[in-house]
């Protein structure tokens, strides 16, 4: 930024893409947000500010002139999640417009899962899923169906560091108990408060890092329970497959979708990679998406615009 003459800071980006971009300013080293603009990320770590630069035309992730579904929220006592205060827990559910809760067949769901330092609202303050869903579905891109976004973590201290990444220990235990806690609090609630089916043909699982480390492990380690996995950037550079994976296999897994990717800059480009190859190396079969970008939301975005469109088209 440069000073003129009054004493304003001033900077001038290149012509954006339209996108919804994050923003912070630093002073003297220290990261500030700008107290200007009310818009800002929904994170448990740290804090930046949103700025949305339109198109010609809106953008999938935008608010538009169509049937809108309905966010509920709900907090409830885990008793498997660790950490918590006062053990209470919350997950979002996305139900789409005209939902009825007597329609003569269940609308299938998907477990869609935020990354690591954002909260249950990371996928819609930030994300915008409920409204891509709103588009995708006003355009006839995608069947109804009920979204529901958890906390997803096992254990809250997961949160205290991000060289947590490096503790593979610590990594496989936040896994595995929200996997727990997905399966045996979230599950069963979400199945008795609304009207979704109960046939693992019609669940779907995903996530962007974090979220689609627990997806594919969580979504391959329980076959009896999902028929579609999607991975974002999926966090997988200390996954032991040999162990965490050792029991994959087409027929037993019988998946309508494996769906891995990630952007090409982003760090973990090398290890999504590897988890395909791993996977081929099984027969499963895998369809991998590689989108120019980096570890950020502009590519998860764009990843639920593309993802959400091939689920439960079969059924």
């Known amino acids: 930024m440069e000073k003129d003459a009054a004493g304003v800071w001033t900077a001038t980006s290149p012509v954006l893409p339209p996108e919804i971009y994050n923003y912070t300013f630093e002073a003297d080293g220290d990261l500030r947000i700008d107290p200007a603009n009310p818009y800002t990320t929904a994170n448990l770590v740290d804090i930046s500010n949103l700025l949305t630069v339109p198109g010609e035309r809106p953008q999938p992730w935008e608010e538009t002139n169509v049937p809108h579904g309905t966010l509920h929220r709900h907090t409830y006592t885990s008793g498997i999640v660790v950490g918590l205060p006062q053990n209470q827990s919350r997950y979002y559910v996305y139900t789409p417009p005209g939902y009825d809760a007597k329609a003569k067949k269940p609308y ?161 480009i090398d290890p999504n990679r590897k988890l395909v190859k791993f996977l081929k190396s099984r027969d499963m079969p895998v369809t991998q998406i590689e989108t120019p970008g980096f570890h950020a939301w502009m590519v998860w975005r764009d990843n639920l615009v593309h993802f959400a469109p091939l689920l439960f088209q079969q059924r």
């Open 108 to 268: 299938p769901v998907l477990y869609l899962l935020h990354g690591w330092s954002d909260s249950e609202e990371g996928w819609t303050a930030v994300g915008q899923a409920d409204l891509i869903f709103d588009n995708l579905l006003a355009d006839g891109k995608i069947k109804p169906m009920v979204v529901v976004m958890p906390l997803a973590y096992g254990d809250m201290s997961f949160l205290n560091s991000f060289s947590v990444w490096e503790d593979s220990a610590a990594i496989d235990r936040n896994t595995d108990l929200f996997g727990e806690a997905l399966l045996k609090e979230i599950l069963p609630r979400v199945e008795s408060e609304y009207h979704v089916s109960k046939d693992r043909n019609d669940r779907a699982i995903a996530g962007l890092s974090m979220g689609g480390l627990e997806s594919v492990e969580v979504g391959l380690s329980h076959p009896g329970e999902f028929g579609w996995i999607g991975g974002f950037s999926s966090a997988v550079h200390n996954l032991d497959y040999k162990r965490k994976l050792a029991g994959v296999e087409p027929k037993t897994a019988n998946l309508h979708l494996l769906w891995i990717a990630c952007g090409t800059e982003d760090s973990l």
